[in-house]
């Protein structure tokens, strides 16, 4: 597939994330959005809220099933909940197409996926969402990586109501001093922070793997932003790098860059000029 020629998207997921996207790929007809992107479709759970909340969009796009999408459009965008992740995944890797993932962590679930996409022609691109130097991550995973670990601080109320926070009976209420909620791998982590630490997964995916990456989780109620500080040890460099993502008003678990990063992938795959690894 050239770089200039045009792509049909379906979003996957109308919440904080998506709807950002699709009003953004809606306005290409005033001049803004992505020349060569077209949306085409979403999807949501609630079929009417997500109609009603597409007021002053010049093309509201279908709402469909997650299934749907990818008869539909050449491009799958997953911004859904991670217990319905597969629904759209399965779907558009079987038709070939190409799948951006944000819920990424689940794909380290399904890695039956990335075979399958080997067999029928698509391709899963992970955006990097809200980290950061994936670039550098991969570039050092090209050589030997010794070491990739990651320290995540969240405000409490971004962290409250993860699996593994319930499962463990861990409060992350009414905190006067940050609390270490979790240290592990993190293939560990996606599983116990399905809405919260997808980063961790991508950075797992772009060095050197989901076992092999350890990441400490604190809920801070002294950090108004979702930081993330990464440190990498490998033959070729060794770097550390701090990103501090505001959190979405909409969804405090996820932060404001998401929705700008999905723009920038879907940017990358019909632009004729792409700077990065």
Known sequence: MSANQDLTVGI???????????RVLDSVDQNGGIPGIHLVAVSARDHAGARGRMT????????????????????????????????????????????????CGALLQHPHLIDRAADTGA?????????LGLDAVRAAAEGVIHSVHMVTRKPPNGLAGAPHLVDNNISVENLTAAKLVFAG???????GFPAN?????????????????????????????????????????????????????????????????????????VSPLKVGT
């Not at 996957?12 to 699709?22: C, D, P, R, S, W």
């Not at 779907?91 to 197409?97: H, L």
Request: proline share 9%; with cysteine; charged share 15%.
């Open 12 to 22: 996957g997921g109308f919440g904080a994330i998506g709807e950002k996207v699709a």
């Open 185 to 191: 791998t993190a293939r560990e982590a996606a599983r």
């Open 56 to 103: 002053g969009m010049a093309n509201p796009p279908p709402v469909v099933s997650l299934p749907e999408l990818a008869g539909l459009a050449d491009v799958v965008v997953e911004c859904a909940p991670a217990a319905v992740f597969a629904q759209a995944a399965e779907a558009a890797v079987e038709a070939g197409k190409i799948f951006i993932p944000l819920s």
């Open 123 to 131: 391709r899963i691109i992970v955006p990097t969402g809200a980290l």
């Open 197 to 269: 630490v997808n980063v961790a997964a991508a950075l797992s995916m772009a060095g050197n793997g989901p076992d092999n990456t350890s990441i400490e989780i604190w809920a801070d109620p002294g950090v108004t932003r979702n930081t993330h500080t990464i440190n990498v040890d490998s033959d070729a460099t060794r770097f550390e790098m701090t990103i501090e993502g505001i959190p979405s008003p909409e969804n405090p678990a996820t932060g404001l860059l998401t929705p700008l990063s999905v723009l920038a992938t879907l940017r990358g795959l």
